[in-house]
């Protein structure tokens, strides 16, 4: 009979370590799930953060310009670029609304920013250009095309191309989907401040004369009130 007893304690004892292994196990499996792909991304950046900090106070440490040696890892052609690019955004940046004509000529120059072209396949087009048999003019033709040329409609583009401009197109949906200028308070209801003092001030108001006002507010609404 004792014996029994400990045997049935010890599997009692198993069981109850098995639910709490597995109740951890899905308590950590529930904390993995939660961290998504932004909080991967912020966690990314939050370490390139550190690192860079680490680094400079490193340098600091040995008398070291970090910017300077920093700068040395680029390319004259990579200094060019990002100069260029910094001066386009800034020029960008500093815009006035005028009219939706310019809002779209300003979208079609970053979307031409996006484009990938394709060298290797035009460098083979030029390639198969060159030359003076039928096939190599015809091919001539083809790529140079002037305002005399009949062909048209009969470029047929690659399943990539086709895939690229799907995901485009997906991306500038989804994103005009995700935009809201939600305004804050705006789910309150009828927005009945100037400013975010007034709106204080009303709900001070609000909250000790709501009680007495509620049937001449409501004939106001109606109409009725006279």
Known sequence: MEERQAKM???????????Q????????????????????????KQRKLAETLRQRLDAEERGEDVDRKKNWEYTIEENDEWEKRQARKKRRSNFEFNDYEDAARRRYK?????????????????????????????AHEDLYRDANSLVYADHKPSEEAIDRVASKLNADI??????????????????TYINEANRVFNKKIERYYNKYTAEIRANFERGTAL
């Open 9 to 19: 304690q010890q599997l009692r004892a198993k069981m109850r370590s098995t639910l």
């Open 21 to 44: 292994a597995n109740r951890k196990d899905l308590v950590e499996e529930s904390a993995k799930a939660k961290v998504t792909a932004r909080d991967l991304a912020r966690q990314e």
């Open 174 to 191: 989804d994103r005009r989907r995700n935009f809201s200028k939600t305004r804050v308070n705006e789910k309150e209801g009828d927005v």
């Open 110 to 138: 970053k979307d031409v920013d996006l484009l990938k072209p394709d060298l290797e396949a035009y460098q083979k087009q030029k390639e198969a250009a060159a030359g003076s048999s039928s096939q190599a003019v015809a």
